[in-house]
């Protein structure tokens, strides 16, 4: 049936038209009408006026003979096509202008919005409210400040971004009201400012203290290998106080035991603990290294001697925690069985982890 119409709409030269190969269509009505000799309505007469087809018209009214109408339908057909190119090509040609004219109106809205923006950046409001998000994303605080908490917390961060140390007041405020924003990372690097004032502070006075000072905050930066050579560079031997090498021991068998040198920790703390057997430190010290080890009766023998000598018992469970929370699947077993037989109301946290 559409080939039918196409032979018909060429016979008529109108093929070039849309609606010739469209079923229900008026000029494929009308067609179709003059094929089959049926009379066409004064108002299709119309309708071909208006499309300008006129040839074919005068045709349908007999006006003109069909060699006559096939030279002007010919002629309408070859203008008709010429227009609707030029019409194709205007549109095309407007498109393309509506077009440029957007995108050049895009592009002066971003100019303007760039100058803007790079107008914003040079301001000291905007700079400083970068440099407070780049030091709120580096020390990892994501929580919501207070308002009355910011300027606070960011002259901190600021400080101990400078490798400053932090003024006293501060450190008891982040351990206490400002305690939410004391992240690890913001620790971490509140260590390494102590460990460098104390280290250099050492490299000037030669002070042990300071070293052991500087090593024990090298420790809690995850700067072990740094208190190590700090501490293997003291002759320790000829000191004279008992209290210094008590403390110099302990701390550098505290730095082996992060280094996973277990038994030169045991023996570093054993020599400490001979030096001062009343000291909680070299106890609790042996305890984490046994109980790490596997060895947790033993591990939970020194750290009751721990508290026997002084320590908290609130401090050792805390430590106790994170080593039940570091061991592997059998160890954490070993240890909550051992702890549950020892003390089941103590140590009831071990059931639900």
């Given at each position: 049936?559409?080939?039918?119409?196409?032979?018909?709409?060429?016979?008529?030269?109108v093929?070039d038209?849309?609606?010739t190969?469209?079923?229900?269509?008026r000029?494929?009505?009308?067609?179709?009408?003059?094929?089959?000799?049926?009379?066409?309505?004064?108002?299709?007469?119309?309708?071909?006026?208006?499309?300008?087809?006129?040839?074919?018209?005068?045709?349908?009214?007999?006006?003109?003979?069909?060699?006559?109408?096939?030279?002007?339908?010919?002629?309408e057909?070859?203008?008709?096509i010429?227009k609707?190119?030029?019409?194709?090509?205007?549109?095309?040609?407007?498109?393309?202008?509506?077009d440029?004219?957007?995108?050049?109106?895009?592009?002066?809205?971003?100019?303007?919005?760039?100058e803007?923006?790079?107008?914003?950046?040079?301001?000291p409001?905007?700079?400083?409210?970068m440099?407070?998000?780049?030091?709120?994303n580096?020390?990892?605080?994501d929580?919501?400040?207070?308002?009355?908490?910011?300027?606070?917390?960011?002259?901190?961060l600021?400080?101990?971004?400078?490798d400053?140390?932090?003024?006293?007041?501060?450190?008891?405020?982040?351990?206490?009201?400002?305690?939410?924003?004391?992240?690890?990372?913001?620790?971490?690097?509140?260590?390494?400012?102590?460990?460098?004032?104390?280290?250099?502070?050492?490299?000037r006075?030669?002070?042990?203290?300071?070293?052991?000072?500087?090593?024990s905050?090298?420790?809690?930066?995850?700067?072990?290998?740094?208190?190590?050579e700090?501490l293997?560079?003291?002759?320790?031997?000829?000191m004279?106080?008992?209290?210094?090498?008590?403390?110099?021991?302990?701390?550098?068998?505290?730095?082996?035991?992060?280094?996973g040198?277990?038994?030169?920790?045991?023996d570093l703390?054993?020599?400490a603990?001979?030096?001062m057997?009343?000291?909680f430190?070299?106890?609790?010290?042996?305890?984490?290294i046994?109980?790490?080890?596997?060895?947790?009766?033993l591990?939970?023998?020194w750290?009751?001697?721990?508290?026997?000598?002084?320590?908290?018992?609130?401090a050792i469970?805390?430590?106790?925690?994170i080593?039940?929370?570091?061991?592997?699947?059998?160890?954490?077993?070993?240890?909550?069985?051992?702890?549950?037989?020892?003390?089941?109301?103590?140590?009831?946290?071990?059931?639900?982890?």
């Amino acid at each position: 049936m559409s080939d039918d119409r196409e032979v018909v709409s060429r016979k008529y030269h109108v093929d070039d038209l849309p609606g010739t190969k469209l079923p229900a269509t008026r000029i494929t009505g009308i067609l179709e009408r003059l094929q089959q000799g049926e009379p066409i309505s004064q108002l299709s007469l119309r309708y071909l006026d208006s499309q300008g087809l006129l040839a074919l018209k005068k045709f349908i009214m007999q006006d003109i003979p069909f060699d006559q109408f096939h030279q002007e339908a010919e002629e309408e057909q070859i203008l008709r096509i010429r227009k609707a190119k030029l019409d194709r090509i205007a549109k095309e040609e407007e498109a393309r202008l509506i077009d440029e004219a957007r995108q050049e109106s895009v592009r002066i809205a971003q100019q303007k919005s760039l100058e803007k923006r790079k107008a914003l950046e040079k301001t000291p409001q905007y700079k400083a409210r970068m440099k407070n998000r780049f030091l709120r994303n580096k020390y990892a605080i994501d929580c919501y400040i207070e308002k009355i908490d910011f300027h606070r917390l960011m002259d901190i961060l600021r400080r101990i971004d400078e490798d400053n140390r932090l003024f006293e007041n501060d450190l008891l405020w982040l351990s206490t009201h400002g305690r939410d924003y004391f992240s690890k990372e913001l620790r971490s690097a509140y260590h390494h400012a102590e460990a460098r004032f104390y280290e250099e502070h050492f490299n000037r006075s030669q002070d042990v203290w300071m070293a052991i000072n500087a090593s024990s905050h090298y420790r809690k930066c995850g700067k072990s290998l740094r208190a190590a050579e700090i501490l293997k560079a003291i002759d320790i031997v000829n000191m004279a106080s008992r209290k210094m090498k008590t403390a110099f021991h302990t701390t550098f068998g505290g730095v082996q035991r992060d280094l996973g040198h277990r038994d030169e920790a045991i023996d570093l703390a054993m020599i400490a603990h001979g030096l001062m057997s009343k000291d909680f430190r070299p106890c609790t010290l042996l305890g984490a290294i046994y109980m790490e080890g596997g060895q947790v009766s033993l591990g939970h023998e020194w750290y009751e001697k721990a508290i026997e000598r002084g320590a908290s018992e609130e401090a050792i469970d805390s430590e106790l925690r994170i080593i039940f929370n570091r061991a592997n699947h059998k160890d954490r077993q070993d240890i909550r069985k051992y702890l549950l037989q020892v003390d089941s109301r103590r140590f009831s946290w071990v059931k639900n982890r």
